[in-house]
């Protein structure tokens, strides 16, 4: 526009002067009448023009910009967060609405609260949709003060921070986000209840860095480094499984089944388990040197507990006296009052947290790395006793054995030539209701064992 005033006035700026200043005026006026709101989700669609992240191929400069193909992947794992809405519509979870008497899952406040973009009415810009799912700005923020802003040539990363972009490349701030929902929150509709669970909805699970791989929509490449933190694998899985524990205790006290505990923090198979009134039946219950219990108790989940235990024995062995001794306190409270288990559970938490700020200074070198994933293939064995620590436990040697290779600490030939250990790893605890604990532990202990030549 000034270049048309210039032009129309010949080249003359005593003449474009005024007109420019009544045009700056005007600009400035009408930004102060209708600020930006930062918090507006803009919606999928303000993301996916081929200037981008909408290109049909990854042709982009500094990112792919082909992510929005990735994230719509319509079968792959990559396509979780986009079809999260539309499984609302499928028949289990139907059936699971039926049965919790809700109406519709799809308008549901207890499920869209993870299975779409809970923001509220007020906040949604005009390209905003539901069908979208757990689109962008559910893990990014809303666009509102970024949006604009974030592709220009000298934009940095800490400014869009500063308008209202989420850094997920933070790794606390990215477990505490993905937390929310792959484990639970005390906001509306981000919590699956034990009543939730009993109507048919699959058991939640957490792994941080494996997830993220699974979900990822871009390349941490050098010209990212450049512009964002590369936590690493091994940060992130460690940072990941402190934080869980920490959000477990957190919201346990908020929580409550009516006159029972929300059994949702319990290991399901300490009570959903074969009974059988034949006296030659053996017991299915296994003796954990981790859990000081009384036959009977039903089991708090310790799944994340227990790598996070292995983790801690590397990385800072004086909290993790601390944690060991207060993790068995917690287990051995349960037994006893609320009052005792809400004590124990504060001490544990706040030793977790601790953990978790720990991690995020550590660097883990190779070293590092071959001793934590010792510690969990072997040292962490004997408490694999139940289906949730074992499942955790093979994730766990994956996402350590691919980071090794992806740092390029041991050749990448040979951490592929462990997979087929790994893969029967993973056989042994594919199935909740066939779980094989002297397989599991056999195959890890293979893995194990040629883990040495690395």
């Known amino acids: 526009m000034v270049f048309g005033v210039k032009m129309a006035t010949g080249g003359n700026w005593r003449a474009v002067l005024p007109a420019l200043l009544v045009l700056l005026a005007t600009v400035a006026s009408v930004a102060r009448a209708a600020p930006v709101d930062p918090a507006i989700h803009q919606g999928v669609a303000s993301c996916g023009g081929t200037t981008c992240h909408g290109r049909q191929e990854a042709t982009g400069v ?15 794992l990559t396509g979780a967060h986009a079809r999260a809405w539309a499984v ?8 699971i609405a039926t049965r919790l008497g809700i109406g519709n899952p799809a308008q549901s406040g207890e499920c869209i609260g993870c299975h779409g973009d809970p923001v509220a009415a007020g906040k949604r810009g005009t390209l905003w949709r539901q069908a979208d799912g757990v689109g962008c700005e559910v ?7 970024w949006l604009a802003s974030h592709t220009d040539v000298v934009a940095t990363h800490a400014q869009s921070v500063a308008r209202g972009m989420i850094a997920v490349d933070r790794p606390r701030l990215r477990a505490n986000l993905c937390l929310d929902c792959h484990f639970g929150s005390d906001k509306p509709g981000q919590f699956v209840t034990h009543r939730i669970m009993a109507a048919g909805h699959p058991r939640v699970v957490f792994e941080l860095d494996l997830f993220t791989a699974q979900q990822s929509h871009h390349d941490e490449d050098a010209d990212y480094a450049q512009r964002k933190n590369i936590a690493g694998g091994v940060k992130i899985w460690a940072v990941g499984q402190a934080l869980a524990v920490q959000r477990a205790l957190a919201l346990a006290p908020t929580r409550s089944g009516g006159s029972f505990p929300e059994f949702y923090f319990y290991d399901c198979r300490s009570c959903h388990r074969t009974f059988s009134d034949d006296p030659a039946a053996a017991l299915t219950a296994r003796s954990n040197p981790g859990r000081p219990v009384l036959p009977g108790q039903p089991l708090w989940n310790d799944e994340n507990m227990i790598m996070l235990g292995a983790a801690a024995k590397v990385a800072t062995p004086a909290l993790a006296q601390r ?16 009052a005792a288990a809400t004590k124990a559970g504060a001490a544990l938490s706040a030793t977790a947290g601790a953990l978790a700020t720990a991690f995020e200074a550590a660097r883990f070198d190779k070293g590092a790395t071959l001793a934590m994933l010792d510690a969990v293939l072997s040292g962490a064995a004997a408490n694999y006793t139940d289906y949730q620590g074992g499942a955790q436990a093979v994730m766990a040697a994956d996402t350590l054995l691919t980071a090794l290779a992806t740092a ?25 209701n066939r779980w094989q604990p002297t397989e599991l532990r056999a195959a890890l202990a293979a893995v194990a064992a040629k883990v040495k030549a690395l």
């Open 408 to 432: 390029k600490q041991a050749d990448r030939g040979a951490v592929l030539a462990l997979r087929p250990d790994l893969d029967r790893a993973y056989a042994a605890a594919r199935d909740a």
């Open 323 to 338: 944690y060991t001794a207060q993790a068995r306190a917690f287990h051995a409270s349960l037994g006893s009052d609320r």
């Open 139 to 145: 893990c990014h923020g809303g666009a509102g003060g």
């Open 88 to 95: 609302l519509s499928q028949p289990r979870a139907r059936g």
């Open 62 to 76: 500094r990112v792919r910009q082909n992510e929005l193909m990735t994230w719509q992947d319509s079968v792959g």
